[in-house]
């Protein structure tokens, strides 16, 4: 079916265009991303109200044979989202600079995007890696007790500073009018996919009457990642260094943990589906409970306007996947509509 034939108003049905699909996104700046298993787009509000949207078809960087072997896919996984999600905030980004004056706009050379992309890694690192571990020494050499990499204490101690910090970390960042958009953004993308999987017409009255949490969010990834490292530091530290607390031994974990965080996301990764797709568990709710809490703070109530963009993004990527007809790797467009009704009439489902 292409694109031209799709008629508009249609509520979405698994028989009218493609089975149901898993889809997911991410909040840009001034907008959302969204994937499905063939194409990405991500739509934008500028500041005269139009909608600007990029499309392009998509296709993992992986060989399928290896995405469907189980803990060795969520690594990779991460991977492709951090590429996606950083493109996407870098146009998101371009097109927000163009609302700005011409003397507030900063001009980036070539390579600027990539070094900001490989910092954006240093940081998260040093942050989420190396000072939780810092901590959890400095505490245990304040209080005379130093804690070896043998004490599961270490572990346990250093898992709740991850935690600490990076709840700490949100919370500062709401607190940002803009960054509170971003995570209004968050949630129009969450009520979204939550109207298309429930096979609702992609209405913004549908959207809005769903949670702004979903079991498959980035931030409750996260939070099983702190559980799971904490389990495999544990096991896998004690075994390669000595079981004393000095600062030396501490800083080789720090660099021998960065190798583990592939297949710490594995492993996160799994249990995460396994919980999205048991999510009425009693065992699942209790497993996920922890990331609903924290997207607490990761999302927030989106306006209708904001909805919008959402539903916008998540209907290109439906309407191209019914679309028959491959599209060539390189077919990115770029497109403006006045308004979301424009854009509903041409990609309505």
């Known amino acids: 079916m292409s694109k031209s034939s799709v008629s508009a108003g249609v509520p979405y049905r698994e028989s009218s265009l493609c089975?149901?699909?898993?889809?997911?996104?991410?909040?840009?700046?001034?907008?959302?991303?969204?994937?499905?298993?063939?194409?990405?787009?991500?739509?934008?509000?500028?500041?005269?109200?139009?909608?600007?949207?990029?499309?392009?078809p998509?296709?993992?960087?992986?060989?399928?044979?290896?995405?469907?072997?189980?803990?060795?896919?969520?690594g990779l996984v991460l991977v492709e989202s951090m590429r996606n999600g950083y493109e996407a905030l870098n146009f998101s980004a371009q097109q927000f600079?163009?609302?700005?004056?011409?003397a507030e706009r900063t001009q980036q050379e070539g390579g600027a995007s990539g070094a900001a992309s490989r910092l954006g890694v240093v940081f998260s690192l040093a942050i989420f890696v190396a000072l939780p571990k810092l901590l959890t020494w400095l505490t245990g050499y304040l209080s005379g007790h130093p804690l070896g990499m043998s004490d599961p204490r270490f572990h346990i101690l250093a898992g709740?500073?991850?935690?600490?910090?990076?709840?700490?970390?949100?919370?500062l960042m709401r607190r940002n009018a803009e960054m509170l958009r971003v995570f209004q953004?968050?949630?129009?993308?969450?009520?979204?996919?939550?109207?298309?999987?429930?096979?609702?017409e992609l209405t913004v009255a549908n959207a809005q009457r769903h949670s702004t949490r979903h079991a498959r969010c980035g931030t409750t990834f996260l939070m099983v990642v702190v559980l799971v490292s904490v389990a495999i530091?544990?096991?896998?530290?004690?075994?390669?260094?000595?079981?004393?607390?000095?600062?030396?031994?501490?800083?080789?974990?720090?660099?021998?943990?960065?190798?583990?965080?592939?297949?710490?996301?594995?492993?996160?990764y799994e249990l995460q589906r396994l919980g999205a797709?048991?999510?009425?568990?009693?065992?699942?709710?209790?497993?996920?409970?922890p990331g609903y809490l924290v997207q607490g703070l990761s999302t927030a109530e989106p306006t209708d306007d904001q909805v919008e963009i959402a539903l916008a993004a998540l209907r290109v990527t439906l309407v191209s996947?019914?679309?028959?007809?491959?599209?060539?790797?390189?077919?990115?467009?770029?497109?403006?509509?006045?308004?979301?009704?424009?854009?509903?009439?041409?990609?309505?489902?």
């Open 19 to 56: 089975p149901r699909l898993n889809v997911g996104g991410q909040a840009v700046i001034e907008g959302v991303m969204m994937r499905s298993p063939r194409c990405l787009a991500v739509a934008v509000r500028r500041a005269n109200s139009e909608i600007v949207v990029r499309e392009q």
């Open 58 to 74: 998509w296709k993992s960087s992986f060989a399928t044979a290896i995405m469907k072997i189980p803990f060795l896919r969520g």
């Open 97 to 102: 600079e163009a609302d700005l004056p011409e």
């Open 160 to 171: 709740f500073f991850k935690l600490a910090i990076f709840v700490t970390l949100i919370s």
């Open 185 to 200: 953004y968050h949630g129009a993308e969450h009520k979204a996919i939550a109207a298309y999987e429930s096979g609702e």
């Open 233 to 268: 530091f544990a096991m896998v530290l004690p075994m390669i260094l000595p079981a004393n607390g000095g600062l030396a031994n501490v800083i080789l974990s720090i660099f021998i943990s960065i190798p583990l965080l592939f297949p710490i996301a594995g492993v996160s």
């Open 277 to 289: 797709r048991f999510t009425d568990n009693p065992l699942a709710k209790l497993f996920l409970y």
């Open 321 to 349: 996947e019914a679309d028959k007809q491959p599209a060539a790797p390189d077919a990115t467009k770029v497109q403006t509509f006045a308004d979301y009704a424009a854009l509903s009439t041409q990609y309505g489902l």
